[in-house]
Nanobody, 124 residues
Framework: QVQLVESGGGLVQAGGSLRLSCATSGRSFSSWSMGWFRQAPGKEREFVSTISWSGDTTDYADSVKGRFIISRDNSKDMVFLEMNNLKPEDTAIYYC?????????????????WGRGTQVTISS
């Protein structure tokens, strides 16, 4: 079992930055690849970014590429999402998720454990 708790969300103006954190507990964090997903009001949950268990491989949705950076600290069992140049369309609930696959994945169905999410609101 893996427990995930997101933090760091909030309300910022367009062009601003936020850093989301995901604290994990339970089974060995370093053996799980991690992902961030988001769900805007009235829309389906979508992939944002993913990082392999080692941190060597990352992937991003086209909509956030060049603005968001995913990272992890296996010594602290945490994963982060640095979000820069935020836009109103980034407004959503952001979820952290863990998958046992060895690489990275954009597919929600491959993620076994999910946090409850943190709200990010970007004002124009």
């Amino acid at each position: 079992q893996v427990q995930l708790v997101e933090s760091g969300g909030g309300l910022v103006q367009a062009g601003g930055s936020l850093r989301l954190s995901c604290a994990t507990s339970g089974r060995s964090f370093s053996s799980w690849s991690m992902g961030w997903f988001r769900q805007a009001p009235g829309k389906e949950r979508e992939f944002v970014s993913t990082i392999s268990w080692s941190g060597d491989t990352t992937d991003y949705a086209d909509s956030v590429k060049g603005r968001f950076i995913i990272s992890r600290d296996n010594s602290k069992d945490m994963v982060f999402l640095e979000m820069n140049n935020l836009k109103p369309e980034d407004t959503a609930i952001y979820y952290c998720a863990a998958t046992p696959i060895s690489g990275t994945s954009e597919r929600m169905e491959e993620y076994r454990y999910w946090g409850r999410g943190t709200q990010v609101t970007i004002s124009s």
